[in-house]
């Protein structure tokens, strides 16, 4: 789990700037993020929304005794930086938090540098290229994550194999991603939302239900079911 000198060498203090996400309970997530990489080694906007989502009054008021997230096993996909999953285990959650081996680096370091805000919950990263063998990660998790990740028309058929594969009749699916209107983009996404569309129910949570300032005209959050 924690880093060896070498990996924490590799990401070195000139390699990375930080992005904060204040909690509501006044603590502070600390995302690294690289200046070189590939896409996942920045936190996007879809990830911000959907992580402030996460603290919404339905999920967790400990106020009121409501916390959904205590003890739910939770699976990230496309996981970047972690910023969604870290704020999953800090509410509560058993998260792991998957990527490709590329970003595992940076998943851990994140881990590691956010570990005091996890209490209850935990967090651990993986390795999960989509379409491939998903056996480790079953039975199916009470909830999936994913932000941001419907953007690459080669993922498309391998992403929704994946989230058939790992999830069951109990599993929310919950997605978030950024409505883009350039290139391909609009095409990617209404491929993805055919195919789910076949083995999925989507519901689109309104804005009153999202966090009050987090929250993006073009930015969508979805809970994704398996039809029965
Ligand atoms: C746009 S980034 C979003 C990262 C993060 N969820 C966020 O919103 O900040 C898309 C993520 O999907 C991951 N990804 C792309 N293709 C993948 C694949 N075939 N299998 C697993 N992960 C993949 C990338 O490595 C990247 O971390």
Same mark, same amino acid.
């Given at each position: 789990?924690?880093l060896s000198?070498?990996?924490a060498?590799?990401?070195?203090?000139s390699?990375?700037?930080?992005?904060?996400?204040?909690?509501?309970? @006044?603590?502070?997530?600390k995302?690294k993020q690289c200046y070189?990489g590939?896409v996942g080694c920045?936190?996007?906007?879809?990830? +911000?929304?959907?992580?402030?989502?996460?603290?919404?009054?339905?999920?967790?008021?400990?106020s009121s005794g409501?916390?959904?997230w205590?003890?739910r096993?939770?699976?990230?996909?496309g996981?970047? !930086? &972690?910023?969604? @999953?870290?704020?999953?285990?800090?509410? @509560?959650?058993?998260?792991?938090?998957?990527?490709?081996?590329?970003?595992q680096t940076l998943l851990?370091l994140?881990?590691?540098?956010n570990?005091t805000l996890?209490?209850s919950?935990? +967090?651990?990263a993986?390795v999960?290229?989509?379409?491939?063998?998903?056996s480790?990660?079953l039975?199916?998790?009470?909830?999936?994550?994913?932000?941001?990740?419907?953007?690459?028309e080669?993922?498309?058929?391998?992403l929704?194999?994946?989230?058939k594969?790992?999830? &069951?009749?109990? !599993?929310? +699916?919950i997605?978030?991603?950024?409505?883009r !209107?350039? @290139?391909?983009?609009?095409?990617?996404?209404?491929?993805?939302f055919?195919?789910l569309?076949q083995?999925f129910?989507c519901e689109?949570?309104?804005?009153?239900k999202?966090?009050?300032?987090?929250n993006?005209?073009?930015?969508?959050?979805l809970?994704?079911?398996?039809?029965v």
């Amino acid at each position: 789990m924690f880093l060896s000198a070498n990996m924490a060498a590799n990401i070195n203090a000139s390699h990375y700037f930080v992005r904060e996400i204040d909690k509501n309970d @006044g603590c502070t997530l600390k995302l690294k993020q690289c200046y070189m990489g590939d896409v996942g080694c920045v936190v996007w906007d879809a990830a +911000i929304v959907l992580a402030k989502y996460l603290e919404t009054k339905q999920f967790y008021e400990p106020s009121s005794g409501v916390n959904v997230w205590a003890d739910r096993r939770v699976l990230e996909l496309g996981a970047g !930086t &972690g910023a969604v @999953g870290l704020m999953a285990a800090a509410l @509560g959650a058993q998260v792991t938090v998957t990527d490709l081996e590329d970003l595992q680096t940076l998943l851990r370091l994140n881990i590691q540098e956010n570990q005091t805000l996890i209490k209850s919950g935990s +967090i651990t990263a993986k390795v999960l290229k989509w379409g491939e063998d998903v056996s480790e990660y079953l039975p199916p998790p009470h909830y999936i994550l994913m932000a941001d990740c419907i953007y690459y028309e080669q993922s498309i058929v391998p992403l929704v194999e994946s989230l058939k594969l790992l999830s &069951g009749p109990e !599993t929310c +699916i919950i997605c978030c991603y950024e409505q883009r !209107t350039e @290139g391909v983009n609009p095409k990617v996404e209404s491929q993805f939302f055919k195919l789910l569309q076949q083995h999925f129910v989507c519901e689109e949570i309104p804005a009153d239900k999202q966090d009050p300032e987090f929250n993006c005209p073009d930015i969508h959050i979805l809970h994704i079911r398996r039809k029965v």
